[in-house]
């Protein structure tokens, strides 16, 4: 249940902490990262956050040592509104390391692993009220399509979604991997891995959150200060990769005369993705498919 942080030495490095500066993990998990700033920071401080409890109780055990944190239990989409109730204006540094922690996984009852037969669940936040059963079981052909060809990638979506309503109810996990498995039986990888990488995208309403939090980043970073994004398939990746570019190059529409001094908000400080290395990726096989960028506010 442990979980191994991914490209942990790389992320804090670039990062580029300072000793008494104000930082912020986005996302706790198990307190890695978080772990390796605070052992970095002197007088500086660290703001951490996540929307899952058992990562919060997990973590808070961890951290305990250090008084130069605080940790809150919310989605970091909120994270303008919490750090104004502390005061906070402006961060030197921003960690964002997307996805799911092992112990969330591998938990048996929240339902987010397709080896494991139980409740069609997959809140990260679990004062949610939307489940994968509710989206499995309720919404219409056309919008279960949808997000599973959108979010999933999925190319039998549509096949998928009629064999689902057919079966409706679709009380379990199993169910659902029976239903992949008939439509999906000749695929070389997991038959319903796609489905379910869609409906956690969709009950943690995913690529909003991300979009979102990535604007409120860079409006809180102080100049100079970084943004450091890991994340663990292309539909993150692409939003990761978009938003830097479109603050890091001021696009002047054709014939416009060149304005000098127009200094774009974000510079690249990584072009291409930094990727694991491969003995990382031999010791932690969930470390595979990461990615991250970096930027730094001008
Ligand atoms: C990959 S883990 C982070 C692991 C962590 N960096 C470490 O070193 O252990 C991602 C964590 O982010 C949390 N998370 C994902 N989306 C979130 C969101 N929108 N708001 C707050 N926490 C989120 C998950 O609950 C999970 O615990």
New binding site residues.
């Given amino acids: 249940m442990k ?1 191994v ?2 490209l ?1 030495n790389e992320a804090i490095a670039y990062l580029n902490i300072k000793k008494d500066g104000i930082y912020i ?11 390796l700033i605070l052992k970095k920071l002197e007088s500086g401080f660290l703001y951490a ?4 409890l058992a ?1 919060i109780k997990i ?1 808070s055990e961890k951290l305990s040592k250090y008084q130069n944190k605080k940790i809150i239990h ?4 909120n994270i303008t509104q919490e750090l104004e109730k502390f005061n906070i204006k402006e961060v030197d540094g921003i ?1 964002l ?5 092992s112990f ?1 996984i591998d938990d048996k009852k929240r339902g987010f692993s397709y080896l494991v037969d139980t409740n069609l669940d997959m809140r ?2 679990q004062n949610n009220n939307l489940t994968a059963s509710d989206i499995v079981n309720n919404y219409k052909l056309d919008d279960l399509t949808k997000i599973f060809y959108e979010y999933g990638e999925e190319k039998n979506s549509y096949k998928i979604a009629r064999e689902i309503i057919k079966k409706r109810p679709i009380l379990s996990t199993k169910m659902l991997v029976d239903i992949c498995d008939k439509i999906n039986y000749n695929r070389k990888g997991h038959s319903a891995k796609k489905i379910f990488q869609a409906l956690r995208i969709e009950v ?1 309403d ?1 690529i909003n ?2 979009k979102e ?1 990535l604007k409120k980043a860079l409006d809180i970073l102080k100049p100079g200060g970084r943004i450091v994004v ?1 994340t ?1 398939h292309s539909l993150e990746d692409k939003i990761v990769k978009h938003f830097f570019k479109d603050n890091a190059i001021i696009k002047m529409p054709k014939n416009m005369p060149i304005i000098k001094n127009i200094i774009p908000k974000l510079k690249f400080i990584t072009k291409k993705p930094i990727y694991p290395t491969e003995e990382e990726i031999i010791n932690n096989s969930r470390s595979k498919s990461a990615k991250m960028r970096v930027a730094q506010k001008n």
């Fill in positions: 979980h942080t991914v942990l993990d986005a996302t706790l998990g198990g307190a890695g990262h978080s772990n956050f996540d929307q899952d990562a973590a919310a989605n970091f989409i960690l390391d997307l996805g799911m922690s969330q990260m936040n943690n995913e959150v991300l939090a890991i663990f």
